[in-house]
């Protein structure tokens, strides 16, 4: 019977044929015949496949699963726990089963949950105590890192705990300086080693870590000539770092064979999906210093989990009293002591203060007002005049020819380029971003409508796909080429008029590809949010669909708004924006209770 409601789900579109096999492999597993294993497997998968980690059981018990043609009640709580536990396939923390229940009656996939106890376990082990550092030497370095600061500055903060930490976690906004103070963290633990350290600088995707290798590029040119001689500028992606075998889907480094690394850095930190997190912890050795940047709102990874999230789960975290001493000695100031005294929440730093914008100015405006949930300050930014930012209501009149000359004056740059560095250039300064794939408002549609308009203009000619300054996004990973998904390029004629896609290298040079060897890739003047994290344009215009759509959320919208450096053009309803402004995306685990209250999760 379970099997047949099971099957009729999968055919309706509410369950994947793989949640199907899943639950099906492991019933066969058992000899008892089981529809509440049946059931609960089968949406412990649906659960991953979701981006959860794990199946809260009480969220499902009791109630109807599917759509009511599809008649289905999962069992009450307590009953169904028991009758799990009896299956033969179902096990607590520790023990060899394929699924695992935990005491607050999560069920997960044991691969999820080993994942998810192994970060655990490293992170609470190198957020425990604090680093012995020789006080007087550091005190003289971050005077000279931080010359003209007095007072509270939580650059100058973040900088000192994460001399005193193993493990520490910077979370901020655009503009917050995540890469300067990073950049001052790397040439204060090189100046105290006094030189020599093995450091590496990654980020979850190509483009990231060429952002990143630019940003602290950057940041070395404010560095006294001694200490930026010791800041590395390499950065590389985390499956490279890890030495990712597409052939075996293995990684070269793991816990038998260690990284070779004294400090690792990584930048976009809220990309990272449990999984990789896991393996990259199990691969890096117990001495080894970890510092991960993130913006704690942005959007979590696209795969399971939402790890960033998690690590930065408390509003507010408080230092402890002994690490708030060492750090006033260091940096001359330090918030209210906390009282908790936990390890792992010194080991939280949180940029308060953006350099970028001032508070009053509209990106940055209209960022907070999303992040607060208000309605009646985000109606009230409507009809209101800001240098960086303008609202468009599709309900106004003339916003087809506004939106037109916009995506005129940001793309036409493109075509009277004079090289492919400078339509890369050009490309990186101007982006339209989607909430969808598809429809008028979708990726697909606008870049239709783009090309029209460019043709129309006489930008383009022909119909071909192929034609110079056309903007190219990769959508799957392609290590021989060296080309990886969400790497942005251009089609661009060589000096002999034969077309190549070029790319840019984290180290500034061109990388060009035959058009014929190019992996999975789409047109690129617009683009997912999803897509454009790790990136950063000068100018976005932004577009939200006409109506609800269950993929707004605020975290999808805030990503949006904070990809703009210098203006934003945002279209779509006021009425729109805030059902997106107040779903939040909701992602179960257990990571955050396991961090921020060291559950060991002891079997009963």
């Known amino acids: ?44 998968s649906q659960a991953v496949g979701e981006g959860h980690i794990c199946l809260p059981l009480d969220t499902v018990a009791a109630k109807q699963v599917f759509t009511t043609d599809i008649p289905c009640r999962a069992p009450e709580f307590s009953r169904w726990r028991q009758q799990l536990l009896a299956s033969g396939v179902v096990g607590h923390a520790g023990e060899n089963e394929p699924l695992v229940i935990d005491p607050a009656g999560r069920l997960y996939l044991a691969r999820y949950y080993r994942c998810e106890q192994v970060i655990a376990d490293d992170l609470l082990e190198r957020s425990h105590g604090i680093l012995p550092v020789d006080m007087s030497a550091a005190a003289s370095l971050m005077t000279r890192l931080f010359p003209a600061t007095t007072g509270e500055d939580h650059q100058k903060m973040a900088v000192a705990a994460a001399a005193l930490k193993q ?12 890469t300067y103070t990073v950049a001052r963290i790397l040439a204060l633990l090189q100046a105290l080693a006094g030189g020599g350290m093995r450091i590496g600088l990654v980020a979850p995707t190509g483009k990231a870590a060429v952002r990143l290798q630019e940003s602290i590029g950057l940041a070395r040119q404010t560095l006294d000539k001694d200490l930026a001689a010791m800041v590395p500028a390499e950065t590389r992606t985390l499956h490279r770092l890890l030495g990712f075998n597409p052939g075996t889907g293995q990684f070269r480094y793991n816990r038998a064979n260690r990284l070779h690394l004294d400090l690792l850095v990584i930048d976009e930190a809220s990309m990272i999906d449990v999984p990789l997190m896991a393996a990259l912890v199990e691969a890096l050795p117990e001495k080894t210093r970890l510092v991960m940047l993130g913006d704690r709102d942005q959007l979590t990874s696209v795969e399971a989990g939402s790890l960033f999230g998690d690590i930065c789960f408390i509003p507010d975290p408080e230092w402890s009293a002994e690490l708030c001493r060492h750090i006033e000695s260091l940096a001359g100031w330090v918030p209210q002591v906390g009282s908790s005294g ?3 929440g010194d080991s939280v730093v949180l940029l308060r203060t953006s350099y970028r914008f001032r508070e009053q100015e509209g990106i940055a405006g209209l960022a907070a007002v999303i992040n607060s949930g208000s309605r009646e300050q985000l109606l009230n930014m409507y009809g209101r005049e800001y240098k960086d930012l303008l609202l468009s209501n599709p309900a106004e009149p003339h916003t087809r020819q506004r939106l037109e000359e916009y995506l005129l004056s940001g793309f036409r740059p493109c075509f009277s380029a004079g090289e492919p560095a400078e339509a890369l250039m050009v490309l990186a300064g101007f982006r339209i ?19 029209n308009i ?8 022909g119909s071909d796909q192929w034609y110079r300054g056309r903007p190219l996004i990769i959508r ?35 990388h060009q590809v035959p058009l014929s060897r190019l992996p999975e890739h789409d047109t690129a003047y617009a683009i997912t949010v999803h897509q454009s994290q790790g990136s950063e344009f000068a100018e976005v215009l932004f577009l939200l669909p006409t ?11 805030y990503t949006g708004i904070t990809r ?6 945002l279209h779509g309803s006021p009425e729109v924006l805030a059902i997106a402004m107040e779903r939040r995306v909701v992602r179960y685990s257990g990571l955050r209770e396991k961090l921020w209250q060291g559950d060991k999760e002891s079997c009963p």
């Open 1 to 44: 019977m379970m099997r047949a409601v099971l099957e009729k789900a999968a055919r309706a579109g509410q369950l994947r044929e793989i949640d199907l096999h899943a639950a099906l492999f492991l019933q066969s597993l058992t000899d008892k015949s089981s529809p509440e294993l049946l059931l609960a497997a089968a949406l412990a």
């Open 167 to 178: 493990f520490v976690v910077i979370s901020g906004g655009p503009g917050t300086g995540k």
């Open 342 to 344: 936990q390890d792992f």
């Open 433 to 451: 971003l989607c909430a969808l794939r598809e429809g008028p408002h979708g990726v697909a549609g606008l870049n239709r409508l783009a090309e």
């Open 454 to 461: 460019l043709r129309r203009h006489g930008l383009l000619s």
């Open 476 to 510: 799957s990973n392609h290590y021989g080429l060296g080309l990886f998904n969400g790497d942005t390029g251009v089609i661009w004629p060589d000096s002999e008029g034969k077309l190549w896609a070029w790319f840019s290298r984290p180290d500034g040079s061109l």
């Open 547 to 557: 109506v609800d759509s269950r993929v707004l959320c605020r975290e999808l919208v």
């Open 564 to 569: 703009a450096r210098d203006r934003l053009l």
